[in-house]
């Protein structure tokens, strides 16, 4: 059982599309942060989001960690197929550093 | 910087098999973390060091999985015997610690890749 659902598991959109992918839990983290993951390649760091309600904007990217801290979003405004990949929401603590990853969404943009 | 450095990228070995996974972490960083990624678990954290020292092993499926760290700049994951359940990507990540004692983000190697037949 993942502590992190994440939803959809898949999402297909053209090209100049917006999409929003969540990830919500019961439990409440200390942060959340937000990963892409490409074919071969390791997980790489989006953003971090450590306050109740707060929103980080990254270029086209923002992202909204809920007013609880049990759950956040991920927006892509005009969607480019340079942001297809998995992307990965993951929770920590405040007592340690450990990471509790949720199972991922699979964005495809089509061009 | 060369970022956490993995060996073998790919392994196919048959069951009952040892099998070693190699790290190499970013230079400086003092915590280590190996993770393992399959389609039906997701990314699962299986142990972690910080200086050299195992903190948790919690993650650890089995008595046939092993982890060492002998020095600041190598650590491996032992199987023995392996399994065909043990087919999946192997992760390997590494992190320092910041002004504040917070620790930065976590660096991933680019995975090994295990097929067990």
Known sequence: TQLLEQSPQFLSIQEGENLTVYCNSSSVFSSLQ???QEPGEGPVLLVTVV???EVKKLKRLTFQFGDA???S???ITAAQPGDTGLYLCAGTNSNDYKLSFGAGTTVTVRA | DAGVIQSPRHEVTEMGQEVTLRC???SGHNSLFWYRQTMMRGLELLIYFNNNVPIDDSGMP???FSAKMPNASFSTLKIQPSEPRDSAVYFCASLT???GGKPSEQYFGPGTRLTVT
Do not use: C, F, M, N
């Open chain 1, 34 to 36: 937000w990963y892409r």
């Open chain 1, 51 to 53: 306050t109740g309600g």
């Open chain 1, 69 to 71: 801290r049990k759950d």
């Open chain 1, 73 to 75: 979003s991920l927006h």
């Open chain 2, 24 to 26: 190499k972490p970013i």
């Open chain 2, 62 to 64: 089995e008595d046939r």
């Open chain 2, 97 to 99: 610690w910041v002004a």
